[in-house]
RNA sequence: GUGGGUGUAGCUCAGUCGGUUAGAGCAUCAGGUUGUGGUUCUGAGGGUCGCGAGUUCGAUUCUCGUCAUCCACCCCA
């Protein structure tokens, strides 16, 4: 039998109406917040993530669905959404417009990993990006909307923030963090280790209990902010504070992927295994340019769709429309002029089989109709139908053309 | 890429210290006198016990391999 890949699942059900009632959630209350949709490609240039994303990263050095088309082009399947976004927005001349413009977007990104809970080869994203306002009231703007989102799905969540630092001062802590880490080599663990070379900063958020003791005592980049980045840090915090925003500050919160900077923020949630954070992002104030636009602010995040989904509990659907069944199988024909009227308004299930009047109404009830249409002989010949709402328990027989 | 767990009916799982026709609950279908529903009763259908080798008189059970899946690590939404 032939069998979807490893990490990539079908969505049918349960899971695709939450799904679709998730996307629908989160587009709306983006729209309110001045967003506009956007859709750009699944499949980009390699040299896009690379750029973007950074090299360092294993999303880049090993994750990626990377392969040579038919014309030589050297591509990728998406493995996140913000690096197309900016690629487009750079592309569209949006840069040069020095307008402020705010995209949303969903859907599917590839990574090439071990699937475990909370992660697969193929999910799903939500995203948001806002181009051109470098101001950090945008930073909390966008934070209340993620926090607008998860409470209008009813998702428990807790907000973590940190600030990255920029240019400026983010090299230089930098230097002196790997200093550090340096000096402790031989205590920490052998990912942190690696980690110096590779990614140090990421050595801040270790798992290991012994790394996380040795590194209390390391550099923090909240202590070593340039003046603007630390007045940005203490005027979100202060705003958040103020609007009953509750947060805390996880000095040891990276981001996975390199183009960050100043704000970062993440939101967890608890019962959905290892792979908690639902939804991260931050500032990227240095990407456009990076990408080859004009100099432009940005701030954005991403949800991960599938990782929210055990979180979401859909409302039972109210019962609706009609079951058509017949007792004769010759009478199977005159049923569709009579469906074929109600599907107008409202949803219509027929069944081929003939059945015993007992067993469709059982069947009208699994398909959760309100009301249960049978004809029989007696109908036929009389030119009516018979009808019973299953919520009201009221049953009548009405003719066929006034039904 | 690394480590561990699990693969028996559509679903959730029993079970066989190796031995005739492999079980339950739920689900499905039929029936409980003529055309009345979520309860209940009776019955029926449904399994190459993941796949392939090996050991054995005999393997769903033991061994090895393989595939799939789950969980964790790395990494990340």
Not at 155 to 163: A, F, P, V
Request: proline fraction near 2%.
């Amino acid at each position: 039998m032939v069998q979807s890949l490893r990490g990539m699942n079908d969505l049918l059900g349960e899971s695709s109406d939450k799904f679709s009632y998730i996307v629908k959630t989160a587009s709306k209350v983006a729209e309110r917040y001045g967003y506009s949709y956007i859709e750009t490609p699944l499949l980009e240039e390699t040299a896009l993530f690379k750029r973007s994303v950074g090299e360092s990263s294993d999303i880049v050095g090993k994750e990626m669905y990377q392969f040579i088309d038919k014309g030589q082009n050297d591509v990728c399947l998406r493995p996140e959404g913000t690096a197309g976004v900016v690629r487009s927005f750079i592309q569209n001349k949006l840069d040069r417009k020095g307008e402020k413009q705010k995209f949303f977007y969903h859907g599917a990104m590839f990574r090439y990993e071990r699937p475990q809970k909370g992660r697969l080869r193929l999910f799903h994203q939500f995203g948001c990006e806002s181009f051109g306002e470098s101001s950090v009231f945008e930073d909390i703007s966008i934070i209340l909307m993620i926090k607008d989102i998860f409470d209008n799905l009813g998702i428990k969540h807790k907000i973590k923030l940190n600030s990255l630092g920029c240019n400026e001062c983010m090299p230089k802590y930098r230097e002196s963090l790997i200093e550090d880490l340096e000096n402790k080599r031989d205590e920490l663990c052998e990912d942190c280790g690696r980690r110096i070379a590779t990614n140090p900063i990421r050595t801040l958020d270790c798992k290991v209990e012994s790394c996380q003791d040795k590194l209390s005592s390391s550099p923090k980049i909240t202590d070593n902010l340039c003046e603007s980045c630390d007045a940005d840090f203490e005027q979100l915090k202060s705003i958040l504070t103020q609007n009953d925003i509750k947060f805390e500050v996880d000095k040891h919160l990276v981001r996975g992927l390199d183009y960050y900077s100043k704000t970062a923020f993440e939101f967890v949630a608890d019962g959905i295994g290892s792979q908690n954070a639902i939804a991260g992002g931050g500032r990227y104030d240095r990407l456009v340019e990076f990408l080859d636009g004009r100099e432009t602010p940005a701030v954005g995040f991403a949800l991960g769709i599938e990782r929210i989904m055990d979180l979401v509990t859909l409302e039972e659907s109210e019962p609706e429309g009609y079951y058509f069944g017949v007792l004769d199988e010759e009478n199977l024909g005159e049923l569709f002029n009579l469906a074929s009227r109600k599907r107008g308004s409202t949803k219509v299930h027929i069944e081929y089989k003939k059945r015993s009047l007992k067993s469709h109404l059982k069947n009208a009830l699994k398909m959760n109709s309100r009301y249960c249409a049978v004809l029989g002989s007696e109908e036929v010949k009389n030119g009516t139908i018979w009808i019973k709402d299953l919520q009201a328990k009221f049953e009548d027989v009405v003719s066929q053309e006034s039904f």
